[in-house]
């Protein structure tokens, strides 16, 4: 028999009780949605105000929430992703009707490929102009939330004041179950203007769902692994996202396993370990050691295009795939699909009977065969005369400091750093965007002020986030922006010119970058290749924001799926 007292019932102060009974005067609807943010754990707030959205950014006026205001939706939503990533923390954006929130699309579609944990709160037109109809009010939409279905992973409605606090607590439960991703919930205007007389929110429940293992697929891939000759791990986002990367060590060295991270899983192996195959998913070199593998675990990747050498990977072993998005299980290559966390599959194979009682693996032949297949990607690299991009990828490598997040958007120098950065990186491969970048890496910025953030953009990537040089310059936030300079969409260039032999709008004249940073108040230098060092470091330890400007046409390195 179950009493009242057998319920964790979270019970009011003092001071709460009596704000419940005469709930202070000027509240609104806005207000309840800052007090049920607040309530759950939220302090910072990304977006961009509008008319259907003034209530919602009065409330803030009034609630403890930080506000982060940026010049363009899109880019706000760039920055809630990166606040998302790099915390783990559920990041509130912000919007308001109709084109406020359409512009947000792209960021949410990155979002949504990362699995960053968005919480998108928009207006929408007052009640009475719902249902489809025509009625005439300023940013309209038939069915705005039909806009957001396909890219969001849910969508919150909200119709009366009363249903504010369950609708974000269910859109923040979402956002934080695995996989992670960005949701939506909509309010309308006239329900975030009206006076409420509800009482404050005190506590909302919006507890996660644990995704973990069923055991009977646990015990089958510790048989595999466990009798495996060959056995090799691809670890992918999921892995970084789970905060796995110990369990992942563990379990590789167990097996004496060599392991490769996905562009999206880069920093959830260390790159000089023995058994680190590093990054190079798209050398043959790299897809052949896969495919000879006997067993091969995936964990955390879907394997999709940019994992498999864009589609040529066959592998001729048994697949393990362990991944917490339901959609990608075996969706590329039939496998044991195990529909779980990284983190809990993880555990739960350590703490299998067949891993658990066996012995330590040798790891020599392994770590010999690691090194061969590096030393072949190396020759192949050394081959095609790419000095220059190597010795720029490594000057900006020198200048980060430790533990110093970077953000890069969709350029060659990126392409590069995907192979061959050592170590953890976040950029818009997900989705595939531009403009990126230097959004993102603000969003980091006011997620931990005390660490530089470095972004690195080309310069048609750059264009896209021109305004927020007044939102860095605004907060005082410490990025440095990298834009590497080619007179256009360098990236671009290179594919129209390798599939048709010539390219058409690529080649862009752009303004002069150091003159535009100083117009914001945000100190620029022109570096070059010698120097870009030594300009990058000065840069990253110098408070505030800051620009560092490199003209350079950089080469990519020659693929091998084609």
């Known amino acids: 028999m179950m009493h009242d007292h057998d319920h964790d019932t979270p019970r009011l102060t003092p001071a709460q009780l009596a704000a419940a009974l005469s709930p202070p005067p000027g509240r609104t609807g806005g207000d309840l949605v800052t007090e049920t943010l607040y309530g759950l754990g939220a302090t910072t707030v990304f977006g961009l105000p509008g008319q259907h959205a003034l209530a919602l950014f009065d409330a803030l006026r009034r609630s403890p929430l930080a506000y982060v205001g940026l ?9 809630a992703d990166a606040y998302g990533r790099t915390t783990g923390e559920v990041a509130p954006l912000f919007l308001s009707t109709g084109p406020g929130a359409l512009t947000s699309l792209a960021a949410l579609q990155e979002a949504a490929a990362a699995s960053a944990p968005v919480l998108a709160i928009s207006s929408q037109v007052p009640r009475a102009g719902l249902g489809g109809g025509r009625h005439g009010h300023l940013h309209e939409l038939r069915d705005q939330q039909a806009s957001f279905r396909d890219v969001v992973k849910s969508v919150h409605l909200v119709r009366t004041a009363s249903q504010i606090p369950s609708a974000i607590a269910a859109a923040w439960e979402s956002a934080l179950t695995a996989p992670h991703g960005p949701v939506w919930v909509e309010i309308p ?4 203007s009206a006076p409420t007389t509800l009482p404050p929110v005190s506590a909302v429940d919006a507890t996660p769902r644990e995704l973990t293992p069923r055991p009977e697929l646990t015990a089958v891939a510790a ?9 090799v791990i691809v670890a992918g986002g999921g892995v970084v996202r789970a905060d796995a990367s110990g369990k992942l060590r563990a379990l590789a060295e167990k097996l004496a396993a060599p392991v490769v991270t996905t562009y999206g899983g880069k ?3 260390p790159w000089e370990h023995p058994l680190s195959l590093r990054s190079w998913m798209e050398d043959r070199h790299t897809t052949d050691f896969l495919e000879d593998a006997d067993v091969l675990l995936v964990v955390g990747s879907g394997l999709g295009e940019l994992s498999s050498n864009y589609h040529t990977f066959a592998p001729r072993g048994r697949v393990i795939q362990i991944e917490a998005d339901l959609g990608k299980l075996e969706a590329n290559h039939p496998a044991l699909g195990i529909h779980a966390d990284a983190r809990a599959a993880l555990s739960a194979l350590l703490e299998s009977e067949p891993l658990e009682s066996a012995e330590r693996r040798d790891p020599t032949e392994a770590a010999g065969a690691v090194r061969t297949v590096l030393d072949a990607v190396e020759a192949r690299i050394a081959g095609q005369h790419l000095e220059p991009e190597r010795r720029i990828l490594a000057a900006v490598r020198d200048a980060l400091p430790a533990r110093a997040a970077s953000f890069w958007d969709m350029t060659i120098l990126t392409y590069w750093a995907w192979a061959a950065w050592p170590g953890p990186m976040h950029s818009a491969q997900g989705a595939g965007g531009l403009g990126y970048a230097f959004p993102a890496a603000l969003g980091a910025a006011a997620a931990d002020p005390t660490r530089p953030v470095l972004a690195v953009s080309g310069d048609g990537g750059a264009m896209y986030s021109l305004a927020e040089l007044a939102t860095a310059r605004q907060y005082g936030l410490p990025v440095t922006w990298l834009i590497v300079d080619d007179g256009g969409y360098g990236i671009l260039r290179e594919y129209l010119t390798g599939a048709y032999g ?3 709008g690529t080649d862009l004249p752009g303004p002069d970058f150091v003159a535009l940073a100083a117009s914001f108040g945000v100190p620029a230098v022109r570096t070059t290749p010698e120097a870009l060092r030594e300009d990058l470091a000065k840069a990253l330890v110098s408070p505030g924001p800051s620009v560092v400007v490199l003209p350079a046409r950089l080469r990519m390195f020659a693929p091998t799926h084609l």
């Open 502 to 504: 010539e390219s058409t």
């Open 71 to 79: 010049r363009v939706e899109n880019n706000a939503g760039f920055a």
């Open 267 to 269: 920093g959830a192996f």
């Open 189 to 192: 205007a006239d329900v975030l």
């Open 223 to 231: 048989h595999l692994l466990a009798g495996a000759a060959r056995p």
